[in-house]
């Protein structure tokens, strides 16, 4: 029994250790920031405010609410659409620093609330309006609240977006989508122009000519992103072990929650977005983690029985000397 004492003492203080001093040293280096749920209705948003800026994002998303409440026109959202896919399209150029992302999924992946409040006012529905101390209309997006301004045709839009817009999405596309246009994935074999082409090597040189192209196009881009937001956004690839899944969602949801002052716009993921975003970040992140949650079980009742069995050995091996 002396060596089961022992053992309990070891787990008694390893349990103390990890559930209490580790714990306690993580939240005293880094903030607990609590999730809002993906709900994007502005309260976040008005409670980090300053006193000047309070009242006008009140009333702005007092109106978001607002528009919200009508029912939109899929139909008539189609025509005032098409102002829109002059920029969201497969090979859109950069505007301002970063490329416009595709729409094609939008209606399935970002949050209704979001979308309403992206045309009315880019920046101040993407929490990045301290950027912008002149107005919105200097986003690179900002013409779009000139040109889709009515809260109707707000309203018909989203609508469109979400009757027409959204089906099934793969993790990847989800990606691509909310993330790929400022964040890389070397494991996906992603840049911020899309997936890696394949190409083929000059055999008289030595080199890949069109791989040496593309690559200076990657580096135009990430050169110009880097303006924009004062720094080159980091590559995604094992950031779901780097980060914890908490912080990741607060992130995602309200980068400025995390990170006062980021540049990193809020992106209006919905349950499904988020989810989907989440499963291609484990996908080329951490894809051996379904077969080792599948092993672990199985290593833990090798070494239960082997336990058990050691012990029953001991004490037949110790029988009658003590």
């Not at 409040?117 to 900002?142: C, E, F, Q, R, S």
């Not at 018909?156 to 009757?163: D, G, M, W």
């Not at 309200?254 to 980021?262: F, I, M, R």
Request: proline share 5%; glycine share 8%; with cysteine.
């Amino acid at each position: 029994m002396k060596e089961l004492k022992i053992f309990g003492i070891v787990v008694v203080f390893t349990l103390a250790l990890y559930w209490g001093v580790e714990p306690f040293a993580h939240g005293q280096m880094h903030k607990h920031v609590e999730g809002h749920g993906l709900v994007y209705d502005g309260s976040a948003d008005i409670e980090e405010a300053s006193k000047e800026k309070k009242e006008a994002k009140k009333a702005f998303w007092a109106d978001v609410k607002k528009i919200a409440a009508l029912k939109g026109d899929a139909t008539a959202g189609e025509a005032s659409y098409m102002m829109c896919a002059g920029c969201h399209m497969d090979g859109a150029a950069n505007m301002g620093g970063v490329t416009p992302p595709s729409l094609d999924h939008a209606g399935a992946i970002y949050d209704k609330n979001f979308l309403i409040a992206l045309i009315k006012d880019p920046a101040m529905a993407t929490n990045v309006d301290h950027k912008y101390p002149n107005g919105t209309m200097a986003h690179p997006m900002g013409s779009v609240s000139a040109m889709v301004s009515a809260p109707q045709d707000i309203a018909n839009v989203v609508a469109y977006l979400q009757a027409k817009k959204a089906g099934e999405v793969t993790p990847k596309e989800a990606f691509t989508e909310a993330c790929g246009r400022c964040h890389a994935n070397r494991y996906g074999k992603l840049t911020q122009l899309g997936e890696v082409p394949k190409t083929k090597s000059n055999i008289k040189t030595g080199q890949d000519i069109d791989a040496l192209k593309y690559a200076q196009k990657v580096a135009t881009e990430q050169a110009a992103l880097a303006d924009y937001l004062g720094t080159l956004p980091p590559d995604l690839s094992i950031i779901i072990r780097a980060r914890s899944e908490h912080f990741l969602h607060t992130f995602i949801e309200n980068p400025q929650s995390q990170l006062a002052g980021t540049a990193m716009p809020r992106t209006g993921l919905n349950h499904e977005g988020m989810e989907k975003v989440f499963a291609y970040l484990e996908e080329t992140g951490d894809p051996s983690k379904p077969l080792r949650e599948e092993t672990g079980p199985k290593v833990l009742l090798f070494f239960f029985i082997f336990t058990a069995l050691a012990f029953l050995w001991k004490k037949a091996m110790w029988k009658g000397h003590h």
